[in-house]
């Protein structure tokens, strides 16, 4: 499971018009975390705040076209000037991809660039051999669900406090997170569960959250 280059990216999920993506180099972590820092001042706590550290881009990001990293992070620009960005991680072994982060500066937020970026999640996995996308949504911040909703993405139910936030100045909590998923196979590749093994709160909580396999 490699990861596409920017290039290839930008024909498997293109972007409003003014926009495009641009590959990630060393040269761009300490803008990044500049820019992440004020676009997203809550980064700083969770599972996130390893944006803000160079030690995980130089140990764990793809940078400057070696795709062979487990992380992935690629700039979003209008005209030259970097707006956004988004980041994912490859499961190699289970063939899944998880959405970790897509930050946008304000002034570019409703633009249609984060419903572009995540409906082409979908062609970018696909294209790398994935067999499942996920990602988490805080539930304090709704436009984060409805963005995956729109993609297409099917609420699976809730962490609780798996995450951290600063849920008030200098008020660090855990916090509920929903957990969004698109399966990218086939049905006849996947084993359905067989309820009858199920207990009775689990089979209830099944046949909610998947109805068309429940009966």
Not at 63 to 89: A, K, M, P, Q, T
Not at 174 to 186: F, G, N, P
Request: with cysteine; aromatic share 10%.
């Amino acid at each position: 499971m490699r990861w596409p280059s920017a290039q290839a990216i930008a024909a498997l999920s293109p972007l409003p018009a003014g926009y495009r993506y641009a590959q990630f180099g060393r040269a761009d972590i300490a803008p990044l975390m500049s820019s992440v820092k004020e676009w997203h001042p809550g980064i700083a706590v969770g599972v996130n705040s390893c944006y803000l550290r160079e030690d995980f881009y130089l140990g764990r990001v793809s940078l400057d076209g070696d795709l062979e990293r487990d992380v992935i992070v690629v700039r979003i620009l209008h005209g030259e000037n970097s707006v956004g960005f988004w980041s994912y991680e490859r499961e190699v072994d289970s063939l899944a991809v998880w959405g970790r982060l897509l930050v946008l500066a304000p002034e570019h937020r409703g633009t249609g660039l984060a419903v572009a970026a995540l409906e082409g999640s979908e062609a970018i996995g696909r294209a790398m051999g994935a067999a499942f996308l996920y990602a988490y949504a805080p539930v304090s911040t709704p436009h984060a669900a409805q963005g995956l909703e729109r993609a297409g993405f099917r609420l699976l139910g809730f962490f609780p406090g798996r995450d951290r936030e600063e849920v008030a100045p200098g008020v660090v909590k855990r916090v509920y997170q929903t957990v969004y998923a698109k399966l990218l196979v086939a049905e006849d590749q996947v084993h359905w569960p067989d309820t009858g093994k199920m207990t009775p709160r689990t089979r209830d909580m099944y046949g909610l959250l998947f109805p068309e396999q429940a009966g």
